[in-house]
Nanobody, 123 residues
Framework: QVQLVESGGGLVQAGGSLRLSCVGSGRTISNYVVAWFRQCPGKEREFVASVGWFGGRTDYADSVKGRFTASRDDAKNTAYLQMSGLKPEDTAVYFC????????????????WGQGTQVTVSP
């Protein structure tokens, strides 16, 4: 089983940038679709972005298109979410997640989850 640890969250002003990292351990992440989700207080967890095997396909929520970029470096067993043009409404706990099936990821049901990292965007 793969274990995931996210990092890179923090406090940033609106318009700023952050890069989140998701490091896998225990097994390679290369055989999985890597996804990013976020959850705001009092709201349901929502899909943010995903990157497929070998980085060949990426999908984004409409709310982050053009501002966020998902990528992966399988040699480092690490995935990234580059976030720019951050807005206060991007404030949330961000989770990375893995599944072998893109369909499960896009349906919100990946099998493996990290513990999350807090991103706070001030006005």
């Amino acid at each position: 089983q793969v274990q995931l640890v996210e990092s890179g969250g923090g406090l940033v002003q609106a318009g700023g940038s952050l890069r989140l990292s998701c490091v896998g351990s225990g097994r390679t992440i290369s055989n999985y679709v890597v996804a990013w989700f976020r959850q705001c207080p009092g709201k349901e967890r929502e899909f943010v972005a995903s990157v497929g095997w070998f980085g060949g396909r990426t999908d984004y929520a409409d709310s982050v298109k053009g501002r966020f970029t998902a990528s992966r470096d399988d040699a480092k067993n690490t995935a990234y979410l580059q976030m720019s043009g951050l807005k206060p409404e991007d404030t949330a706990v961000y989770f990375c997640a893995l599944d072998r099936l893109l369909s499960k990821v896009l349906a919100g049901g990946p099998a493996i989850w990290g513990q999350g990292t807090q991103v706070t965007v001030s006005p």
